[in-house]
């Protein structure tokens, strides 16, 4: 048996010998690679780069009230944990001068969707000082196209910051290759967030009540970034304002063994079946509001019913049901059985009109367009989208450069092709709602509005309707949610009615979400 040691005799051996091991240990490493000359030039280089962008002054009239303010149109850098610019990130700023607390005033980020679009759409047809020049009711104008003044602008209420995401308008990441690390719904919200988070810190904007507006995927990255903002950056929000809603992908993209979308676009194909005077003469003569009741009625009743049973759903009830939707959307009863009651859109939208040889919009299925093939089973294309697209392109990259003083040789990215999306849904329907409604949640204060086009086929308003009927929010909560509806379609601003109904409603949403407003 070993005599036992003092009790501090082992301590300070160990502390000795752990000593010289580790010295040794340190003597054998190699020692720490110099960064390479080249590289903390870049890193240098980079981390003094100036941030790129024009500052002019402007003024606009709104109710008959003179509203100055400053335009800043700049490219703002991201940059990864060692300093390094992984994008930069293209914005127009608007904000108004002669107020006394600027702090204190709201500020509203906006975007459109996509995946691909930049914020051209919302910045020229509803919130900004210009707007592009339509017919009063949306439809197209002859080329070439101009910018007028805006007096329904929301610059008299919010200050305003237009967001291109990367890959859009003058967005780019700093690598082209990387450009892929930007791409999913959630790349996206952490680079729109850190770009939110950049811009209030710099301007001094933390205080100011703070808003989103986003446009079709701009509605899905809105409900993203309500996560993003509160998770990454404790960032409650005053308001979210969703223009044509899509927060649950399964509402919309039909699938095999998802008859979702059927029923909530009946109702939608109802609206422009009456609006092409394609229903019988009982159903033509009523107001559109007596026609949208009994389609989704309809809709949600009989025709899901009859989806839900698949084919043992009896003959005769198969055959009433096609009865009833021929009735209600103008299709012939043969094209609905052939179809098996299931009508995509775009065979909706080749078949409606196949008659006259015209094929009805997506955007806006009020527009419709010649069709060079009339026995195609699909839309050859989308006339609410080929009358508009080239408008806004042309007006905004004279805008850009001859009013806001912004040069740039590169192309700037109307609509994009981004390449493949990260859904972050691995075998089923991408799905922003829950996180929307975690965040009014999380902050009982935040509201929302919802503003929906009776005529919008890519996003439908009755699927928007089903959505937030689903959120299993508080029933306390629930107030918080506003919906207004429209008598045009997916761009409901560019029908000039629509455009003054929308400004009231908007302007009414952001004082009721600021406290003592």
Known sequence: ????RPAAVLPAFFLLATSLICQAQDEAKPAPKEPAKEETKDKAKDADKPEKKSVTEHSL??????VDFTTTAGLLPLKDAEGKTTADIFYIAYTRKGVDNIAARPLTFSFNGGPGSSSVWLHLGLL?????KLRDDGFAVPPPYELVANEYSLLDETDLVFIDPVGTGYSRAAKPDEAKNFYGVNEDARSIGEFIRLYITRHARWPSPKFLIGESYGTTRAAALSGELLRAHRMNLNGIMLVSTVLNFQTIWGAEGNDLPHILYLPSYAATAWYHKKLPADLQTKPLADVLAEAEAFAS?????????????????????IQKMARLTGLSAEFIAASDLRVPLSRFNAELLRGRRLVTGRFDSRYTSHVRDPLSNDA???????AVFS???STFNHY???DLKFEDDRPYNILASVGKWNWNAENQFADVSEILADSMTANPFLKVHVSNGIYDMATPYYAARHTFNHLRLHPDLLKNITQDDYTSGHMMYLNLPDLKKQKEDLARFIRASVPGK
């Open 128 to 132: 900004g000082p210009r707007r592009v």
């Open 61 to 66: 009239t709104i109710n008959g009230q003179k």
């Open 400 to 402: 850009v450069r001859a």
């Open 301 to 321: 009743g009989e025709f899901n019913q009859a989806l839900l049973l698949g084919s043992s759903l009896p003959a005769d009830k198969r055959a009433a049901v």
């Open 1 to 4: 048996m070993m005599p036992s």
């Open 380 to 386: 050859e294309r989308d006339p609410s989208a080929d």
């Open 391 to 393: 408008a806004f392109a």
